[in-house]
């Protein structure tokens, strides 16, 4: 009766460790896929903030436009005013001329209120659009969201149940080889036990093995780990 080489049992737990460390693998990185669907979105809304801002501000100059507007129009009054009582023809035309003076300032005022108006317009639409452009992106990553909190859901229950499956697995192994086994395994992060190549290369860091290392790698009452990476190395009658 053939032996079972201790590794054998080892090299099949790998498979479903090398599974479950891709899964796991995936569930870390969706936080991340999420931050970066949600930043786009925060750059939408920085640009409808910024539309609002700017909106506001026009509204707020114009409002003090309209002030200045409004005492200025009274200063006519007033100045017209005083003009009917004015005493001499010097008197009456230093009023013309003030008049004349705060008609002057209104005109460039209503050019400035005119000039504002438009870009007041103008503004809504950018603001508008920002919205729409919002809308849009809230709306896709609603359903971008929820395909990965979807994901992320499937991703834990299986990983769950690959754990459950792995530790019955590894109960069935040479106890002292696992605990080896692991600590390469959580240093190399991709695997621990690798197969002896064609050539006599290693699996993992595909350095040239020495013959003897090769050899002891089928002896089942052999461990042989390789001189550059470290790795178990594994050498099955089937892979001669």
């Known amino acids: 009766m ?3 080489h201790p590794l054998e049992p080892l090299f099949a737990l790998q498979k479903k460790d090398l599974k479950l460390i891709r899964v796991l693998r995936e569930i870390q ?22 539309a609002l801002d700017s909106r506001k501000h026009t509204e707020a100059s114009l409002r003090d436009i309209e002030n200045e507007i409004e005492m200025l ?4 009054i007033k100045y017209k005013n005083q003009q009917m009582e004015a005493d001499s023809n010097e008197q009456y035309r230093a009023f013309v001329k003030e008049i004349g003076t705060v008609e002057a300032e209104i005109k ?3 050019e400035k209120q ?12 950018i603001e508008q659009t920002c919205q729409e452009q919002l809308d849009s992106e809230q709306s896709s990553i609603v359903d971008e969201v929820q395909e990965l909190d979807e994901r992320l859901n499937e991703l834990m229950e299986r990983a769950e149940q690959m754990k459950a499956d792995r530790r019955r697995v590894a109960e069935n192994t040479d106890q ?7 600590r390469i395994l959580n240093n190399k992060k991709d695997a621990a036990i690798v197969l002896v190549e064609s050539g006599g290369y290693c ?15 089928r002896n089942p009452s052999k461990v042989v780990g390789c001189n550059f990476c470290g790795r178990i190395v594994y050498n099955p009658a089937s892979n001669k």
């Open 2 to 4: 053939p032996v079972i």
């Open 176 to 182: 002292k080889l696992l605990q080896k086994y692991s």
């Open 73 to 76: 129009n009274e200063r006519v």
């Open 108 to 110: 460039g005022q209503e």
């Open 114 to 125: 005119l000039s504002l108006m438009e870009a007041l317009e103008q503004g809504k639409k």
């Open 29 to 50: 990185d969706i936080p991340k896929r999420r931050g970066d669907i949600e930043a786009q979105l925060s750059g939408a809304k920085k640009k409808l903030e910024m």
């Open 203 to 217: 699996g993992g860091c595909h350095m040239k093995l020495p013959p003897q290392a090769i050899n002891d790698a």
